[in-house]
């Protein structure tokens, strides 16, 4: 059984993810939230953009839930992502996972948001005081990551 995943442009809101997942055989509840921080790598951010096309990250992780159920029979996921530009303190991602008890609550959470960023579309461009640069991202022609510290 799968439930809520999206990505949207407004705030995100915890509880949404966890009243997605609660149910009458549900021992417990693990939640992940990711908070925008001041620094990456021992460099100063100011600002998160984050960039995807939702109906295709949606679809991927739905997919990556599916595998997750797959692998811990009886976990129910849920996942909100935000996208648009983000300060300092403002909820990035939601993950909830609930099971009937909590080792597979928790083990299916950390699954959950590793695969997310392993495998989501989702873009993330850091904002700093030498400018703007993509997270991640390698040049197509020529395998280099166009982020130089």
């Not at 001041?38 to 679809?59: C, F, Q, S, W």
């Not at 909100?80 to 099971?99: M, P």
């Not at 579309?121 to 640069?133: A, Q, S, T």
Request: a negative charge; hydrophobic letters at 45%; aromatic letters at 6%.
């Amino acid at each position: 059984m799968t439930t809520l995943f999206e990505v949207r442009a407004t705030p995100l809101e915890p509880n949404e993810a966890i009243r997605a997942v609660s149910g009458s055989s549900v021992g417990a509840i693990a939640t992940f939230v990711g908070t925008v921080r001041d620094h990456n790598v021992g460099r100063p951010i100011t600002l998160l953009e984050y960039e995807a096309y939702p109906g295709m990250a949606e679809k991927q992780m739905r997919l990556v839930a599916e595998g997750i159920q797959r692998e811990i029979p009886g976990v129910v996921l849920a996942a909100l992502h935000r996208v648009g530009s983000l300060q300092i303190g403002e909820i990035a991602v939601v993950c909830a996972a609930a099971s009937p008890h909590r080792a597979e609550a928790f083990a299916a959470c950390q699954l959950f948001i590793d695969r997310i960023k392993a495998e989501v579309p989702i873009w993330k461009r850091e904002h700093g005081p030498d400018g703007p640069y993509w997270v991640g991202w390698e040049d197509a022609r020529t395998g280099a990551n166009t982020h130089t510290p």
